[in-house]
């Protein structure tokens, strides 16, 4: 009985070492990926991340439809591909950044907003600049990002963080600032309701 | 002597901040570039990229001289300001008033008067 105890506890030893160990390598090799690839020169490093990165950057399809910052040119499309371990890498490099900008668990995400989707579509129509799916076809403007599957990258956390002072998170300036415009609970609505879409 | 030299260092630094405080705000052009151009067009004709079939309405075309002289200064200040829902109009318009100085704002007139080729009311 004795000789099995000090199996098991070596054995849960000797997996938790491993364990702790692969994840520490990972987001080592990711920063390395992160660093090398350059990433940093377009991405802040300080901003919040999602769990659903790891699928995005083996597949990545445009979020924005014009480059950065522009209007008249579209956006080529061309972010660099990752293989199988360079994106579950990166992505446990990604998980690892905190912003002091966004406060956790204040937004369910998922759940319906019928407040917050008054907000989007009649209140301040944030699909003049944002497409998003409406009634099984992708409706609204082409300036912004689109939000077409906001609710599978996007947490609404960062979503309603974004909306209270949209420049803390990215230096984007075609966004209207809407602190002291929309009230907290709008903006929680709102936020709540983008990461529906899915 | 002393007198005029102080004189002199205090023109200079007032000249100076002056043209350093002009030169950081956004001129009127800049900023339609940036905020209004995207739904009205950079050449502000109301087809700019936002401006999908699928739009509810279209954005007001700058260059029609007809429908902007219908306009007074305070209803084009109000709406860029407050946007649409806060002037009777579409809530499509948003409001910049968070965005951009009041002055940056009354800057905008004489650049869409400028536009339209018109005299708001």
Known sequence: MKDFLLALICSMAITLIIAVNHSAAGQAEGKGIYDSKKCGDCHLTAGPNTDKTFAWLKNPKPIRQMEYNSIEKKNSGNHSKLSDKEAGDVTAYLMTLKSKDVAEGVIIDGKPNIQGKLVFEKKQCCYGCHSYPKSGKVSGGLSAPSLVDAGKRLQGDWIYAYLKNPKSLIPVKRMPTYAGILNDNDMKNVAQYVTTFK | ?121
């Open chain 2, 1 to 121: 002597m002393i007198k005029r030299i102080i004189v002199v260092t205090l023109v200079l630094f007032l000249v100076t901040m002056f043209g350093i405080s002009k030169s950081l705000a956004a001129s009127a052009e800049e900023n339609y570039k940036w905020y209004c151009s995207q739904c009205h067009g950079l050449k502000g004709d109301g087809k700019g990229i936002n401006a999908t079939p699928d739009q509810p309405v279209n954005p007001k075309n700058h260059t029609d001289a007809k429908e902007m002289a219908k306009l007074s200064t305070s209803d084009v200040e109000n709406v860029i300001r407050d946007g649409g829902a806060a002037t009777s109009k579409s809530t499509m318009m948003p409001p910049w008033g968070k965005s951009m100085t009041d002055a940056e704002i009354k800057e905008l007139v004489p650049y869409l008067s400028k536009l339209c080729n018109c005299k708001f009311k």
